[in-house]
């Protein structure tokens, strides 16, 4: 029996974008990767991954096109979206800085770190910049812990992060469009 293969490339998959290289919402492209992967087992995570990918978040529209092709109810769908922390609901910025918030970073001061970044770019955790320059968001482990507090900025780790560090990173979003 053949397997189906996955319209994603190996060095796509998993690969996380800035939104300046990510999709407006497009429901025909949406149906395209959905049909993709419709066929796999378990198809539903790898379309959702692969929507977020292309788009920057799940588009409220996609939920009854993924539930028509799978054969699942529309809260099927939903309640895996919200249900996983990483589907985002909205566009992101064009940059996303994660905070790890796991014990080993709390313990090394990421809340200070949150607060600090929170002053400096003038948002709160979940939010975007008014200009859609960055998104804060927070994790709960980056696997970096030997190197608390830890930060992701678009899919770059970064670790012992000061707040000189967080700083850095955040103006460095600004000034690049």
Known sequence: MARHKPSVSVESAGKLLSMSEMQAW????????????????????????????????IHPD?????????????????GVISFYHDF???????????????????????????????KHAGIKLGETTPDGALTVEQVFCLGNCALSPAVMMDGEPYGRV????????????????
């Open 62 to 78: 996609a939920t009854p096109l993924i539930a028509s092709a799978l054969n699942l109810s529309r809260a099927e769908v939903h």
């Open 26 to 57: 497009d429901a025909e492209r949406a149906k395209v990767r959905i049909a993709g992967f419709e066929r796999l087992p378990g198809a539903l995570l790898p379309i959702l991954h692969a929507l977020q990918e292309e788009f920057g978040y």
């Open 88 to 118: 985002r609901h909205s566009a992101p910025g064009r940059h996303v800085l994660r905070i790890c918030r796991a014990e080993s970073c709390q313990a090394m001061g990421c809340d200070a770190l949150i607060d600090h970044v929170e």
């Open 162 to 177: 000061s707040p000189g560090v967080a700083d850095f990173l955040i103006e460095s979003c600004r000034r690049t469009q």
